[in-house]
């Protein structure tokens, strides 16, 4: 039987809902959704699958028979999922941004590799669309010796548990860096603090560049202030429990983001931006294009984060047709 069908596992949260529609806009019947809820999951005519259990997910795609991929929209515990994947040669596309995962997958090029799988990892917008601005803004000045980048997220937007807990625990960690007043596209000049997003470390490897650091801000400068005046107090247990809370519950600010990437070799500058509405959607939407595009055959097998395919250069022109602003090289973005 050849492999078709499609794996969204999450398929009905934040992000995985979308994803689960728009491949199934494009690949009729083949999307499968599959989570730990089975009642969800039933509704939806898919399948039960808890990440955090790679022998039953291993049995989950025995019994499926045909996946051809699986999108990773929930974060498991450890890598041993991957590898269930990748050592059936199934592909992968995962929108994690924890960089141990990250890391941890990365290792396993050579598996997938020999099975004939590719995965596909920093898929989404930060990391994901950072990483693409930030290629092109590094190959915009000749190699950058140092390379900024700005994450700008709408605080009234709903975004997963995954989301949620990820942003408190990294609050928790302490800042490398200093604030950083940069101006974003259509939100005007926002200070914004040094956050660990996997971007940063992922692409001192794949560009290396030395000196690259992302920063976080929201788009309430109140807030902003709020959140980070928390940081400290952020490292006990019992503070991050309680701001993982609020943030499920409260959404104040509306759901506009920005990222925007500064690359810098001596007296070269390049920047570039993008702005969009839901960031949940386009991490989505970034995943589904991911996914066609391995279906299509043309990334080579093995490990990648997406700024090493070529063939997901253009993504975020390909968005710009839902609703995506791209501020290429030459212009200055406004703010």
Request: proline letters at 6%; a positive charge.
């Amino acid at each position: 039987m050849d492999k078709d069908r499609i794996l969204v596992v999450g398929g009905y949260g934040a992000v995985g809902a979308t994803v689960a529609s728009t491949l199934d806009g494009w690949f009729p019947g083949r999307v499968v959704v599959a989570g730990r809820d089975g009642a969800r999951v039933r509704a939806l005519g898919g399948v039960r699958a808890d990440v955090s259990d790679p022998d039953g997910f291993r049995r989950t795609l025995e019994e499926l028979g045909d996946v051809a991929a699986v999108v990773l929209c929930v974060e498991p515990p450890d890598t041993r999922l991957a590898r269930v994947c990748l050592e059936r040669g199934v592909h992968l596309v995962d929108i994690g941004a924890t960089r141990r995962l990250l890391d941890g997958t990365a290792e396993l090029h050579d598996v997938a590799a020999g099975a004939g799988a590719t995965a596909v990892l920093s898929v989404g917008v930060a990391p994901g669309l950072s990483n693409l601005l930030a290629r092109r803004a590094h190959e915009a000045v000749g190699g950058a010796d140092r390379i900024d980048l700005t994450v700008m997220l709408g605080a009234g937007e709903r975004h997963g548990a995954d989301a949620v807990r990820w942003t408190v625990e990294g609050l928790a960690e302490p800042p490398a860096g200093a604030p950083l007043r940069t101006a974003l596209p259509g939100h005007g000049t926002r200070t914004a603090h040094p956050f660990p997003f996997s971007d940063q470390y992922t692409l001192r490897r794949t560009l290396g560049v030395a000196q690259v650091t992302t920063r976080l801000c929201l788009d309430s400068e109140p807030l902003t202030a709020a959140l980070f005046g928390l940081r400290a107090a952020a490292r006990r247990p019992a503070v991050r429990r309680a701001l993982t809370a609020s943030f499920s519950r409260v959404h104040l600010g509306g759901d506009g983001f920005a990222v925007r990437v500064d690359a810098r070799r001596g007296g070269r500058h390049a920047a570039y931006a993008v702005t969009g509405r839901a960031q949940s959607r386009f991490t989505a939407l970034a995943a589904s294009y991911a996914t066609r595009e391995l279906l299509a055959g043309s990334p080579p097998p093995g490990v990648h984060h997406i700024e090493q395919l070529p063939a997901l250069a253009g993504l975020p022109e390909a968005l710009a047709a839902h609703g995506l602003t791209v501020w290429r090289r030459g212009e200055a973005p406004p703010a």
